[in-house]
T-cell receptor, first 115, second 114 residues
Framework: EAGVTQFPSHSVIEKGQTVTLRCDPI?????LYWYRRVMGKEIKFLLH????????ESGMPNNRFLAERTGGTYSTLKVQPAELEDSGVYFC?????????????FGPGTRLTVL | GENVEQHPSTLSVQEGDSAVIKCTYS??????FPWYKQELGKGPQLIID?????GEKKDQRIAVTLNKTAKHFSLHITETQPEDSAVYFC?????????????FGRGTSLIVHP
């Protein structure tokens, strides 16, 4: 069974540019999560999809971040325009049925560097 | 909201020694405590977890202990091997409002020297 995949693995952009990150969850997983880790700090929650609906987006830092999950399969996270403080590793995770009990499986992450 | 502190940030041991990583949490309502291992180039992977109705859990060379009164939990790795080298994250969830979203610690970089 394929795990969670993320694309690209690395992205280097200049301040003010736009970047779109993609996550493909494990097939059949309804729950999809986005997290971010700024260097040396904790992994922080951004948002949670159940199928195509946003269940919890309380962690989204501001309106420069837009997440979508059309059709309830893969998800994209767009940052527009990017700022220096957006640099970090963006992780996607997915889980099967019940968020409170089911294990979250993480992807390898996308390392975003904003210059 | 929940706050999780993790220590140490870096831990260097010799192969065969034991390693202990400690975490504290702030919200007494938290009831689920997973530990993740992140190897180079990979995402965090769940290695062991414990719920608040249990004080200790073991899985081969790794064990986790939980002290609800003191609000701290620890990861113990015995007979460390070079392949144990990775970044380890603790997390807590189930805090106020029953949130299932984990709050992570800052991570511990474990280095096991052959």
């Amino acid at each position: 069974e394929a795990g969670v995949t993320q694309f690209p693995s690395h992205s280097v952009i200049e301040k003010g540019q736009t970047v779109t990150l993609r996550c493909d969850p494990i097939s059949g997983h309804d729950n999809l999560y986005w997290y971010r880790r700024v260097m040396g700090k904790e992994i922080k929650f951004l948002l949670h999809f159940v199928k195509e609906s946003k269940q919890d987006e309380s962690g989204m830092p501001n309106n420069r971040f837009l997440a979508e999950r059309t059709g309830g399969t893969y998800s994209t996270l767009k940052v527009q325009p990017a700022e220096l403080e957006d640099s970090g590793v963006y992780f996607c995770a997915s889980s099967a049925g019940t968020p409170t009990t089911d294990t979250q499986y993480f992807g390898p992450g996308t390392r975003l560097t904003v210059l | 909201g929940e706050n999780v502190e993790q220590h140490p940030s870096t831990l260097s041991v010799q192969e065969g020694d034991s390693a202990v990583i400690k975490c504290t949490y702030s919200d007494s309502a938290s009831n689920y405590f997973p530990w993740y291992k992140q190897e180079l180039g990979k995402g965090p992977q769940l290695i062991i977890d414990i719920r608040s109705n249990v004080g200790e859990k073991k899985d081969q060379r790794i064990a986790v202990t939980l002290n609800k009164t003191a609000k701290h939990f620890s990861l113990h790795i015995t007979e460390t091997q070079p392949e144990d080298s990775a970044v380890y994250f603790c997390a807590a969830s189930g805090a106020s409002g029953g949130s299932y979203i984990p709050t992570f610690g800052r991570g511990t970089s474990l280095i096991v020297h052959p």
